[in-house]
């Protein structure tokens, strides 16, 4: 499995590298960062993600596992999938725009 840290997530975003950036439908509900794809179904996510998009999954801290499945189904589709696990309800909370019930 892949995983990134906050940091090359930031370097991803900073950079505006062309990939999707997907979430799990509950926690994409509670906060998450602009521009975001909700992955409410995995069926839907195959259906919105073409066979050669980069992909990161991604969770709302280092501790979350709800990436993992997603991941695993999506490497399995995609030819680049990437889990990265990240802080996004505080590190890059200062830097990027978030949206949802819990943003501030």
């Avoid at 840290?5 to 991803?12: P, V």
């Avoid at 505006?16 to 979430?23: A, H, I, N, R, W």
């Avoid at 509950?26 to 602009?34: E, G, N, Q």
Wanted: glycine fraction near 6%.
């Amino acid at each position: 499995m892949r995983l990134i840290d906050r940091e090359e997530l930031s370097q991803k975003l900073d950079s505006e590298e062309d990939f999707k950036l997907v979430l799990r439908e509950w926690a994409y509900r509670a906060k998450h960062i602009l521009g975001s794809l909700n992955l409410d179904t995995i069926e839907k996510g195959l259906e919105d993600l073409d066979m050669n998009d980069e992909v990161v999954v991604y969770c709302s801290n280092a501790d979350c596992v709800a990436s993992v499945a997603p991941y695993k189904l999506l490497s399995r589709r995609t030819a680049t999938a990437t889990s990265g696990a990240t802080r996004a309800g505080s590190g890059l909370e200062a830097r990027y725009s978030l949206q949802g019930e819990m943003a501030r």
